[in-house]
């Protein structure tokens, strides 16, 4: 099992490129995430998919959408990338439950912008 | 609304025991969470707490749940180098999966 992979790993982008950053987990989880990390401010949620055909904002959607491409695929897609997205983006994975909830992180990808 | 504190950054001694703290201010967490995070890497899981628990540990892992001032905090005993990272605190709240996550504290362990 790979868990969670991310690609690309890093990236450098100019003001006003587009890109997507690509997640997949092989769990068979239900829910994913999209956090990015900057320092002093911890990992803030941008988007989420409590399952396959659906996604809902989170704390910083502003600039950025994604796609549920299916359960295993959840891709963050940036329209015009400004320098303040330069950041740590992690994509994480979870089972859906009212229990328990561990999420499972990718190793994130290191995205600055010019 | 949801909001999680640690102070950023401890140093502590090779040997020694480490505590990390994290306030957080929703009531109704039921769930709350550890994650360590090391250089370079994605976070995992350390341990966790359900709300109704004042104290779990687990190996050299102590976590102290105090819910009346909505306080957690974590204690490494006997830190090791290899402790050094990011630890982050977490809470999930009402009947959904998501998690709102502190600011991250970085331990330093010297020797």
């Known amino acids: 099992n790979a868990g969670v992979t991310q690609t690309p790993k890093f990236q450098v982008l100019k003001t006003g490129q587009s890109m997507t950053l690509q997640c997949a987990q092989d769990?068979?989880?239900?829910?994913m995430y999209w956090y990015r990390q900057d320092p002093g401010m911890g990992l803030r949620l941008i988007y989420y998919?409590?399952?396959?055909?659906?996604?809902d904002k989170g704390e910083v959607p502003n600039g950025y959408n994604v796609s549920r491409l299916n359960k295993r695929e959840f891709s963050l897609r940036l329209e015009s990338a400004a320098p303040s997205q330069t950041s740590v983006y992690f994509c994480?994975?979870?089972?859906?439950?009212?229990?328990?909830?561990?999420?499972?992180f990718g190793p994130g990808t290191r995205l600055t912008v010019l | 609304g949801e909001d999680v504190e640690q102070s950023l950054f401890l140093s502590v001694r090779e040997g020694d025991s480490s505590v990390i703290n994290c306030t957080y201010t929703d009531s109704s967490s039921t769930y709350l969470y550890w994650y360590k995070q090391e250089p370079g890497a994605g976070l995992q899981l350390l341990t966790y707490?359900?709300?109704?628990?004042d104290m779990k540990q687990d190996q050299r892992l102590t976590v102290l749940l105090n819910k009346k001032d909505k306080h957690l905090s974590l204690r490494i005993a006997d830190t090791q180098t290899g402790d050094s990272a990011i630890y982050f605190c977490a809470e999930k709240t009402g009947g959904g999966n998501k998690l709102t996550f502190g600011t991250g504290t970085q331990l330093k362990v010297e020797l």
């Open positions: 707490i359900f709300s109704n628990m």
């Open positions: 994480a994975s979870s089972e859906y439950t009212s229990g328990h909830n561990e999420q499972f």
């Open positions: 998919s409590a399952s396959e055909g659906t996604t």
């Open positions: 769990m068979n989880h239900n829910s």
